[in-house]
């Protein structure tokens, strides 16, 4: 496979991870300080959307894998689930004037508006892999540009954001501005990789099934190794998401300088754009599993250490720690997805599963 669709697959994770960034980052935020949404209401919001988007992901990777075998690809699922997410995405940043409920309730159906295309997006993009080549090296070709537009999306979006709403004078209109803006990020480059490389007929293994999508039931429930890692990385997940939506609260009323928002985003992000490669050779030489429990080691410590540096309102110690978390990110992002891709295209494995069902 050439660079050119290596690079088409990735440019997908650009729009996947722009929106988990700057929802991370200022959903809560922006539910609290503008919406004015009670703190209990505004957690209510965020914990709906982030709920069904976990309960949506096997519905639509089990119908994505219908389709998929009916039709050869997955383009329509990966097209739907971008045009959704931008969608709402965009609605979910334009609240309109009205009472605290009213706001609230327009908040939470735009977040499972987005939820919802996200889901359909992700659970057929991470069964692409799998399903584009047999080939190992390029398999590791295709993760690592996942990983690196993954980490460029994120950084582009997320230390963005926040200079977007205060250069578009902040508060709901400087929040809609952000909201539009990223939207059509996030359309765009998901439909880069939808109507291009979600096109390609996927490779066929002599001797075993084409590889099934990662969220479907069946593989949720009879797979021991694929729950323990699904597991571990969805606890990963609520980890970073915390800490990234404690961000602006420890820049605004720890730092005293709601600008520190950008500058903590960037310093851990920066890091992980540059050491990808780094953990690719990492886990290459020590096995990813020994890789991936060194980079959560080194994670938890600077995440206690940074609520030592909020309480102690020292922003030297907080740059420090987002850093150290950056360096952490590029691992927690690279070797769960490699793990998972061996585990979907191991052919003995799929067999197993396909006399199970």
Known sequence: MRSAPLA?????????GAFSSVSGLLLLFYCTDTLRIPPAGAALVVLIGKTWEVLAAPIAGALSDRGADRGGHRAPWLIAGAIGLAVGFGLLFSTPEGSTWTSA?????ASVVASTGYACFQSSYVALPGELTDDPKTLTQLLSWRTVCLIGGVLLSGAGASA?????????P?????GVTIAVLIGSTMLVTAVTVGRR?????????????????????????FLLLTGS?????????????????????RLTSPAMTSVLFAAALVPALFLTPVWRRTADRFGPVTSLVAALAAYTTAALALGVGAQIRSAFLVVCCSVVFGCCFAAQQLIPFELL?????NPSRTDERARGA
């Not at 400087?174 to 952000?178: A, Q």
């Not at 606890?235 to 609260?249: C, D, E, K």
């Not at 891709?341 to 295209?345: E, F, G, K, N, P």
């Open 8 to 16: 088409l697959f990735g440019i997908g994770s650009i729009g996947t």
């Open 105 to 109: 309730a327009w908040a939470t159906a």
């Open 164 to 172: 977007l709403v205060e250069a578009a004078g902040g508060g709901r």
């Open 174 to 178: 400087g929040y809609l501005v952000m």
């Open 201 to 225: 007929p996927p490779t066929q293994r002599r001797g075993s099934q084409r590889p099934r999508s990662v969220s479907t039931l069946s593989a949720v429930l009879g797979d021991r190794e």
């Open 233 to 253: 990385y969805t606890l990963q997940t609520l980890s970073i998401a915390i800490i990234l939506a404690g961000l602006p609260y420890v820049a605004a009323y």
């Open 341 to 345: 891709t061996r585990l979907m295209t």
